[in-house]
Structures are given as structure tokens and as C-alpha cells.
């Protein structure tokens, strides 16, 4: 068994995306360690809880229980810690100043060195980095794989910005294999990449794909009227400002929203009297109460950033059922039969509205929906993902001519 070192773009105990579905079935076949994220910015004010931690070198917390679901014919089962170590490295957040940078380096390297030490090493890259950069200048992984799921330089500004795209370039040049989640990361990846494989996201679909239990949650009592949902962070990519004016405009309807908060920009939806903030809520929880909702929505706006993405959460609310309205976004462009596609407010309004009529939700549409998504799962992605490591473990590649040999023709990049 090979070991893999995943260095994941979230921490683990952050809102359950792409890296942990997928570490969690990589684990099967490899010896893996989920490493929480180093970045390439400096410092804000959530990052010194690092340099608190008492211990020195890298934080190991490791638990043993059931991994989750795994296909959809599986039963739901209760969610748990991971069956593998979740290493915090610790490190002075203050990048781009040669000198500490090196430093950092040294500092990193060290803490990760022991996981290094017992032979040959998958290194999974999640994001750019900082500890990818080290990894990198100082080891011979036995295989590199870049995992891109967002357009990550698009978080930030100015010279953190084009160090990002600097080290993710260095990253995808050097990478034996390089996934993307959406088109437009493939499109961006290709110039640097012999090959890039489009891997969209997955769905735990015997998860989301569950019916309204008999006794509904203490909110959804509380609540009169249509209830119009929305699960995930609360990021700036969200059009606020469509939002408000859509909870001002039909004050009947509830808007209700779960997930982390990260933008001061929502205070502006979040403040209408027909909104109703959850919160984060454990995931194993998530869809019982996603299920209550009567429309699901995908309201980003229109940017480099989500230009880039393939919403999971679009995948969750057809799993569950429910009519979804989203921005137009290219890569939900296939299951435009099952999604509603708005930009201006009013297309909001409208879909929204013919959404919420009984025949939404009739049993032949929630079986449409849900038969759209039933063979998208995170079990069949990862075991695509397994297969392409053992194959590219077993061929050695090392050259660009190798690794480009090991993606399906129709990924590779036109000439």
C-alpha cells in the first residue's frame, strides 16, 4: 500500500467538500495522511490559533471509526472522525519576506520529514502552497498529483495573487497527473499540462437522497409559508444584493440559510426579517434538514472565480429532490433539464416562483432530479481517481510523454 500525503486546500474539520470525500476513499487503497492547509498569504487574525498549539512540529490527531456512506446503495451511516492522521503544521504566517520564507521552509519540512522517511510518497496537492513548494524543492515524491478544484489566485489581490498563479504553474509543470473540477480550470491548467483530466465533483447521494421524516425540524414548525433554501459557506461570491431584494420583494416567502459565515457582505440579506440563519450544522445532519426546503438555490455571482467552479451543493439539492435555481454557471450546463438558470433578479423571481407550484414537486419530477445525479456519486470518483494512481504508479511515469499517456484521449490537450 502506497503511502499519500494529501495536502488539502481545507482543513478537515471544515464544511465537507471535494478533499475530504475523496481522502476519505483514497484511504482505502493508501497508507494516507490528511495535511490541513498552509497557505501563501500573510497573516489574518484566524491564523494564530496555530501558534498557540503547544506541541511542537506537527499536530497528529487520529481516529478509527467508519468511514461514511459509500455508494448509493448503501445505508446512511453515522458520521464520524477519520480513519487516518489530520496533521496541522505549524509555521510563522507572514509569506513573501525571502528570509522567513526560508525559514518557514526549514520549519515545515521538519515537521513533515517523518512522514517522508518510510519510502516512496504520493504527494497529493490540493491547492498552492507554501508546504507544496517545500515538498517539492526538497523531496522526489514517487508521484505528484495536482487536484484543482477552485480558480484559487481569484481569492486574493495584488502580489499574494501572482504568487499563487506563479506556484500553481510550478505545481501543474512538475505534477504526473493534474485534475480539475470544472472546464474553465481545464482551460486555464492546459497551457502549463502535457494532459489535464476534467473530474467535476460527486454527490453522497444515499445521504441527500432521503425523504421529509415524519416530525420536521424545530425551524421548519416555525416557519409559515414556502421555505427557499440555501446550504454552504457564505462566501463573497454570493450575490447579496439579489438576495435582498428578493426576501424584500416577496415577504411570504422564508429564506433559509445554512452554513459558516465568511463575509461581512451578507448582512445585507442576513438582516431581512424573512431570512432565517441556521448557522454550520454537523454534515451527517445536513440533509435532514435540506430535504425540508421547497427550493434549493446556487446564487453566485458572475466572476473569475465562479466561472471556475462546479457547485456540489447543486449535485446535493437534486439528490434530495428539490426544484434548484442557480446562476448560470457552464458546468451545471448538463443537467439544465433539472436546473433552472437565472441572472437578472426578475429571472430569479420567476424561476423561483414556478419552482414553488405543487407540480415542483411531483414524485415523477423528484425521481428526474434525483436519476440526473444517482450515478455521480463520490464512490464511483474516487475509485476513477484510485485507478488512475495505480496506473500511474504501476507505469513509473516520469516524463510528460509518460504522464500524458495516462489520461483518456479526450482530455489531453489539443495540439
Known amino acids: 500500500m502506497a503511502s499519500l500525503l494529501y495536502l488539502a486546500p481545507v482543513d478537515w474539520t471544515s464544511i465537507r467538500q471535494r478533499p475530504q470525500q475523496l481522502a476519505l476513499r483514497l484511504a482505502r487503497k493508501h497508507d494516507l495522511a490528511y495535511v490541513n492547509p498552509v497557505g501563501l498569504r500573510s497573516a489574518r487574525f484566524s491564523d494564530l490559533r496555530r501558534l498557540a498549539d503547544p506541541i511542537a512540529g506537527a499536530r497528529l490527531r487520529r481516529r478509527s471509526d467508519s468511514l461514511a456512506v459509500d455508494d448509493a446503495s448503501a445505508a446512511p451511516q453515522i458520521e464520524m472522525g477519520p480513519p487516518f492522521p489530520v496533521l496541522n503544521p505549524r509555521y510563522m504566517p507572514f509569506v513573501g519576506w525571502r528570509a522567513l520564507d526560508a525559514w518557514n521552509r526549514r520549519w515545515l519540512f521538519r515537521q513533515l520529514e517523518p512522514r517522508l522517511a518510510g519510502g516512496p510518497v504520493v504527494l497529493w496537492i490540493g491547492a498552492p502552497s507554501l508546504l507544496a513548494e517545500t515538498l517539492l524543492e ?27 498563479d506563479r506556484v500553481e504553474r510550478a505545481i501543474v509543470e512538475r505534477a504526473d497527473l493534474v485534475f480539475a473540477t470544472s472546464q474553465g480550470l481545464v482551460e486555464r491548467l492546459q497551457p502549463f499540462a502535457s494532459a489535464v483530466e476534467l473530474l467535476p465533483n460527486g454527490v453522497d447521494f444515499a445521504r441527500f437522497a432521503i425523504a421529509r421524516s415524519a416530525e420536521p425540524p424545530d425551524w421548519r414548525r416555525k416557519i409559515a409559508g414556502p421555505v427557499v433554501g440555501y446550504h454552504g459557506a457564505l462566501g463573497d461570491w454570493l450575490d447579496y444584493e439579489m438576495l435582498a431584494w428578493l426576501a424584500q420583494r416577496r415577504r411570504d416567502w422564508s429564506f433559509v440559510v445554512i452554513g459558516p459565515n465568511g463575509s461581512r457582505r451578507s448582512r445585507v440579506f442576513l438582516s431581512q426579517p424573512n431570512v432565517h440563519y441556521l448557522g454550520p450544522l454537523p454534515y451527517a445532519e445536513l440533509p435532514g434538514h435540506t430535504v425540508w426546503f421547497d427550493a434549493g438555490l446556487v ?76 450515478g455521480r456519486t463520490w464512490h464511483r470518483l474516487g475509485e476513477t481517481v484510485a485507478a488512475r494512481l495505480a496506473a500511474a504508479l504501476a507505469a513509473g511515469a516520469t516524463t510528460p510523454q509518460q504522464r500524458s499517456s495516462l489520461l483518456k484521449p479526450s482530455a489531453k490537450r489539443a495540439a
Open 138 to 164: 526538497r523531496t522526489q515524491p514517487q508521484l505528484v498529483v495536482y487536484d484543482c478544484m477552485d480558480r484559487y489566485a481569484a481569492f486574493h489581490r495584488g502580489r499574494t495573487r501572482a504568487r499563487i
Open 299 to 374: 446564487p453566485f455571482e458572475q466572476n473569475d472565480l465562479t466561472r471556475c467552479v462546479h457547485p456540489i451543493k447543486a449535485l446535493e439539492y437534486l439528490a434530495a429532490g428539490l426544484p434548484t435555481v442557480s446562476t448560470a454557471l457552464a458546468d451545471l450546463a448538463d443537467l439544465a433539464g433539472h436546473v433552472r438558470f437565472a441572472d437578472t433578479p426578475y429571472e430569479w423571481l420567476s424561476a423561483i416562483e414556478d419552482c414553488l407550484e405543487p407540480a415542483a414537486r411531483s414524485a415523477e419530477l423528484v425521481a428526474a432530479r434525483r436519476g440526473a445525479v444517482a
